[in-house]
């Protein structure tokens, strides 16, 4: 359940949310059929059902994540073979670390569940969108967060959603 000082932060994330909506709709309208098209728009389906999850409950769940690159992995399989599944684990396995890194520089401020859905979004793109993503779904975060302090709806202490950011960023720079 959203707490009480969540409910003033809940219109502007639905916002976000309905971004990610719209961007998937249109990947849906403009889609080539291509692996990276498809891997985009389950991506992005997971990745909203995750910011979904995470406004409301404050966490993202396993269920989600785990099937999530197992359902990678076959799409890769069908749609690849397996030429291009070493890059996509590295991209996992590189993401994941590189996460990891900012939860430990953070004090535990960023969830394990940000953390696995930072992997997978890693492993379904390859590495090379790994540190735009991360460095725009922070700058977006921390420009809420400000907008949030600056307007008072929320004071230092509150806690912030961070999928939907990555979600954006995902869809900003893929679109």
């Known amino acids: 359940m959203i707490r009480a000082i969540e409910r003033k932060i809940a219109l502007p994330m639905v916002l976000i949310l309905i971004i990610g909506l719209g961007t998937e709709v249109r990947l849906f309208f403009t889609a080539d059929g291509s692996l990276k098209a498809i891997l985009m728009a389950v991506l992005l389906v997971i990745q909203l059902i995750a910011a979904i999850s995470d406004l409301s409950t404050g966490l993202i769940p396993l269920w989600l994540v785990f099937p999530a690159f197992v359902l990678g992995m076959l799409i890769i399989l069908i749609f690849d073979g397996n030429s291009s599944m070493l ?4 991209g996992g396995v590189l993401s994941f670390f590189i996460f990891a890194f900012f939860m430990v520089l953070t004090r535990g401020q960023i969830g394990g569940g940000d953390l696995l859905l930072f992997a997978l979004t890693g492993f379904f793109l390859g590495f090379s969108m790994i540190p735009g993503i991360l460095f725009l779904s922070i700058i977006l975060s921390g420009m809420f967060s400000v907008f949030l302090i600056v307007f ?12 939907p950011f990555i979600l954006l960023a995902t869809a900003i720079l893929n679109f």
């Open 87 to 90: 890059g996509h684990i590295l």
């Open 152 to 163: 008072k709806k929320t004071g230092l202490k509150t806690e912030i959603p961070f999928a």
